[in-house]
């Protein structure tokens, strides 16, 4: 009796075993296609799905080249690209510009940021490093990014150092961006300075050398009022002054004193005077 219900249990288990492969080769019929098919990215190593990732274009659609793919784009058979704070642009339209032996073929098949601000055009000068660039500076370099968004074709991101591997802007990107938004603001308030203390009218001859003088238009600026000129400095620690129309009222202003000071032989009250002091 017992021996019988042995045999049942082998013979089920059996059926269960062919029925269960049989199931599985359908499955495997029906996956396979979609993953040979649907998803070419994919491989199939020691029956495991390995996934491959996609390293030329990322999830907003930029393509993403690494510095030997962009290397290749430097005739114009294949092209002419160029990386400026690691963006990637076609100049090919520009080859009078940057073909071969042409003045700024230098600047293709790399990011050469550096040198659109300084000019040095030698292997050192093309670096994409600009942190010895004042703010000032940087903010030039993003409107020549701006001038390239305009004048030739976005192709995508330089991998490096202003763009991770996934195309998203690294630490020292968003460094940069920071200190052109803080170049901006300093435009800003010397904006607002020129209004208060216009620039002065200046002239230079052999004989009587530089001359500064204030005019109800001195600077470009139309106003009621004439002023004085006067040495103008950033701020008190500042070395670096400009000349500037500054109006009796505000000589002894506190908030004044200390960035204003008077070039040397010049009457206290004149309207125009010749110095020997830089300007």
Same mark, same amino acid.
């Given at each position: 009796m017992l021996s019988k219900y042995i045999w049942i249990i082998?013979?089920?288990?059996?059926?269960?075993?062919?029925?269960?492969?049989?199931?599985?080769?359908?499955?495997?019929?029906?996956?396979?296609?979609?993953?040979?098919?649907?998803?070419?990215?994919?491989?199939?190593?020691?029956?495991?799905?390995?996934?491959?990732?996609?390293?030329?274009?990322?999830k907003k659609g930029d393509d993403l080249y690494d510095l030997?793919?962009?290397?290749?784009?430097?005739?114009?058979?294949?092209?002419?690209?160029?990386?400026?704070?690691?963006?990637?642009?076609?100049?090919?339209?520009?080859?009078?510009?940057?073909?071969?032996?042409?003045?700024?073929?230098?600047?293709?098949?790399?990011?050469?940021?550096?040198?659109? &601000?300084?000019?040095?055009?030698?292997?050192?000068?093309?670096?994409?490093?600009?942190?010895?660039?004042?703010?000032?500076?940087?903010?030039?370099?993003?409107?020549?990014?701006?001038?390239?968004?305009?004048?030739?074709?976005?192709?995508?991101?330089?991998?490096?150092?202003?763009?991770?591997?996934?195309?998203?802007?690294?630490?020292?990107?968003?460094?940069?961006?920071?200190?052109?938004?803080?170049?901006?603001?300093?435009?800003?308030?010397?904006?607002?300075?020129?209004?208060?203390?216009?620039?002065?009218?200046?002239?230079?001859?052999?004989?009587?050398?530089?001359?500064?003088?204030?005019?109800?238009?001195?600077?470009? &600026?139309?106003?009621?009022?004439?002023?004085?000129?006067?040495?103008?400095?950033?701020?008190?620690?500042?070395?670096?002054?400009?000349?500037?129309? &500054?109006?009796?009222?505000?000589?002894?202003?506190?908030?004044?004193?200390? &960035?204003?000071?008077?070039?040397?032989?010049?009457?206290?009250?004149?309207i125009s005077c010749n110095i020997t002091q830089d300007l």
């Amino acid at each position: 009796m017992l021996s019988k219900y042995i045999w049942i249990i082998l013979f089920t288990s059996t059926l269960y075993v062919l029925y269960s492969n049989d199931k599985l080769t359908c499955i495997e019929k029906y996956i396979k296609p979609y993953y040979t098919n649907v998803r070419p990215n994919t491989i199939e190593t020691a029956d495991v799905l390995t996934v491959v990732p996609e390293n030329t274009r990322n999830k907003k659609g930029d393509d993403l080249y690494d510095l030997s793919a962009l290397k290749k784009y430097v005739n114009l058979e294949d092209g002419l690209y160029l990386a400026i704070l690691g963006q990637v642009f076609d100049v090919t339209s520009g080859a009078k510009h940057y073909g071969p032996n042409k003045s700024y073929h230098a600047f293709t098949g790399l990011d050469g940021s550096a040198a659109f &601000i300084t000019g040095d055009f030698t292997d050192t000068g093309l670096s994409d490093d600009v942190s010895s660039l004042t703010d000032k500076q940087i903010l030039s370099l993003l409107e020549w990014v701006e001038f390239y968004k305009k004048t030739y074709l976005y192709k995508g991101k330089l991998i490096g150092r202003y763009y991770d591997k996934w195309g998203n802007p690294t630490a020292e990107n968003l460094i940069v961006e920071h200190r052109a938004l803080s170049a901006k603001e300093k435009n800003i308030i010397e904006e607002k300075k020129k209004v208060k203390f216009p620039p002065c009218n200046v002239e230079w001859s052999p004989e009587t050398g530089t001359r500064v003088w204030c005019s109800k238009n001195s600077g470009g &600026i139309s106003r009621d009022w004439i002023g004085v000129p006067r040495m103008l400095y950033d701020n008190i620690e500042s070395k670096q002054h400009r000349c500037a129309c &500054i109006p009796f009222e505000s000589l002894n202003d506190q908030e004044n004193r200390e &960035i204003i000071q008077s070039y040397g032989g010049c009457i206290e009250d004149a309207i125009s005077c010749n110095i020997t002091q830089d300007l």
